[in-house]
């Protein structure tokens, strides 16, 4: 009598694989970036940063504009700051937060080293001022304190956007989303991932026994700064990838808060 074959109990988790998988589907892709928005949405959303000299154990605030230059109802509004790099003063070595007893940023409910604030809607053309209050400790060492930004909102389809500062992104990714070869400037927003980018600031706490009349002229240029700390793009068409080409050549990296370089231990993106 013929016998039956054997069958292969090998086959067995290999079938349970092929289980689970059909059960679990296939594996998620990366996260989708955000849609890129008219060039137009970076340079109006967020403005008129100031960010006051302070001595240790002093406060004061961060004021700002948000703005609608669109043409449609920016929904649920929020804006994020984040104190992310440290420029030490005697000298120039620039590091990556935390430090011992950074400046504190506060806004009505919670305090830490990155608050939040929101505006239930903005109609086009309408824009609001708000402040972010920040703290510090006679301990605070004296120096310069980067605060990166971020804005995020939704259309009233529910399309969520989001804008982000120079400080979110790494040395590397930066270049390779505003430089084209032969040198030219670019601002390639799918690359970044963003719907726009915004300008940053920063926090200058001053060594005790600073002259008041000194703290005031550096508080003056570190105003400057902030307004400058971003790639201002001409306004023009751009492509639907969200890359536009600059008329002429010009600066193809945006300084963060403490200039074009960036060290090493700041140039990590963070979430």
């Known amino acids: 009598m013929r016998r039956a074959p054997r069958r292969s109990f ?16 296939p594996a998620s892709g990366p996260a989708r970036a955000s849609p890129p928005l008219p060039l137009v949405y970076g340079r109006g959303v967020l403005s008129n940063l100031t960010a006051p000299s302070v001595g240790p154990g002093g406060s004061s605030a961060i004021a700002l504009e948000l ?20 420029n030490g003063y005697p000298g120039d ?37 708000r402040s972010i209050g920040f703290q510090t400790s006679a301990a605070t060492p004296a120096g310069t304190y980067a605060v990166r930004t971020a804005v995020a909102f939704q259309d009233p389809n529910g399309t969520s956007y989001l804008l982000e500062s120079r400080g979110w992104f790494s040395a590397g990714q930066w270049a390779n989303a505003t430089e084209l070869p032969g040198g030219n400037a670019t601002l390639n927003l799918t690359v970044l991932g963003v719907s726009g980018v915004v300008p940053e600031t920063a926090i200058y706490v001053a060594p005790s026994g600073w002259p008041v009349a000194l703290a005031v002229l550096v508080a003056g240029g570190l105003a400057l700064v902030g307004v400058g700390a971003w790639v201002y ?13 600059l008329p002429a050549p010009g600066a193809t990296n945006a300084p963060s808060a403490f200039g074009r370089s960036r060290s090493s231990p700041g140039d990590s993106r963070s979430s």
Not at 67 to 86: I, K, Q, S, W
Not at 233 to 242: A, H, L, Y
């Open 10 to 25: 090998r086959t067995v988790p290999l079938l349970a694989v092929l289980l689970v998988l059909a059960l679990v589907g």
């Open 67 to 86: 703005a609608n230059p669109g043409n449609f109802t920016m929904v649920d509004v929020r804006l994020t700051l984040g104190l992310y790099e440290f």
């Open 93 to 129: 070595s620039v590091g990556a937060l935390p430090v011992a007893n950074p400046p504190l940023l506060s806004n009505a409910s919670a305090s830490g080293l990155s608050v939040g604030i929101s505006v239930a809607a903005l109609a086009p053309g309408a824009s609001v001022y």
């Open 233 to 245: 793009f001409r306004k023009g068409p751009g492509s639907r990838s969200g890359a536009g080409k």
